[in-house]
């Protein structure tokens, strides 16, 4: 009898272990943001600026050029929504289009890179530094907004996130009122991998200027919200490989990650002030 019961113990003991793993492996939930937990700055006297973009007059084309155009998620990208307001704006516009002869009905959104496969005299590429944008965002839902890199080959599945990942410096979920900072590599199918953290209700569709930041150097990557380090990660190991920049809003039936949108609710602009870069001295 003794033998049965603790022949049962070892069993149900074995049981408990995937439920074990599994909450090891889950992931975190989204918190709450909360400004005050936050306190620590970047020395910005122990960086030099290195890229400046303020967008001023038209767009630089030199160095902005167009993402993939046409059908993109469940909407698609335009080049012409893309522009400077010529009060020192980028503006990256959303707009429902009935169809034409030439476009098809649907959610049209402006989205910009500073690199183009096409023209690869054109764009910028850089390494480790710190990365800045300050922009206004707006609250309509359905729609999210992004600043990110994609740097070295991404959609290599070996060694890790040393060859190649994406950089999401931040994307604002209107539906969730959350910011989203988060790495990917190793390619975006099974073998893909990711490390992310996300605020919910920071309340910044508030009219307000806000900056989200990333440092990028040799011990990892540092996310910064409003000048305060919020996050940091090795992700699947550091990159040492340059990477390009993008500004993009997209549109997607994602349920209630993006919410649902209203096209009653369109055009709607995303405003960006600038974009910066800084080396270390």
């Known amino acids: 009898m003794k033998k049965i019961i603790t022949l049962l113990l070892i069993v149900s003991l074995l049981c408990l272990i995937p439920l074990a793993c599994c909450a090891c492996k889950r992931k975190p939930a989204a918190e709450i943001w909360d400004p005050s937990k936050y306190t620590e700055t970047l ?5 030099e600026l290195v890229f400046c973009d303020e967008f001023e007059g038209e767009l630089n084309r030199a160095v902005w050029g167009d993402t993939r155009q046409g059908y993109r998620r469940d909407g698609y990208w335009t080049r012409d929504l893309a522009f400077t307001d010529g009060e020192g704006h980028l503006v990256i516009r959303t707009e429902w289009r009935d169809a034409t002869e030439t476009e098809p009905a649907g959610v049209y959104s402006g989205a910009v890179r500073t690199s183009n496969p096409q023209t690869p005299e ?3 590429r850089h390494g480790f530094g710190y990365y800045e944008i ?5 609250s309509v839902e359905g729609i999210w ?7 070295g080959d991404v959609y290599d599945e070996d060694d890790g996130s040393t060859d190649g990942i994406e950089i999401d410096v931040f994307e604002y979920l209107p539906n969730r009122d959350a910011i989203n900072c988060a790495l990917h590599w190793d390619g975006y199918d099974e073998a893909h991998k990711n490390a992310h953290k996300r605020f919910e209700k920071v309340g910044f569709a508030d009219g307000e200027y806000h900056t989200f930041g990333m440092n990028w150097d040799e011990d990892g990557y540092a996310f910064y919200i409003d000048g305060k380090k919020v996050w940091t990660s090795t992700g699947g190991g550091i990159c040492h490989e340059n990477g390009y920049m993008k500004i993009s809003t997209e549109y997607g039936e994602w349920g209630d990650w993006v919410g649902t949108l209203q096209t009653s609710n369109l055009p709607v602009d995303w405003v960006i002030d600038y974009v910066k870069i800084y080396d270390k001295k």
């Open 43 to 47: 020395d910005f006297s122990q960086y």
């Open 122 to 124: 054109i764009g910028y």
């Open 134 to 138: 300050r922009c206004k965002l707006p």
């Open 145 to 151: 907004h992004a600043f990110w890199m994609m740097c």
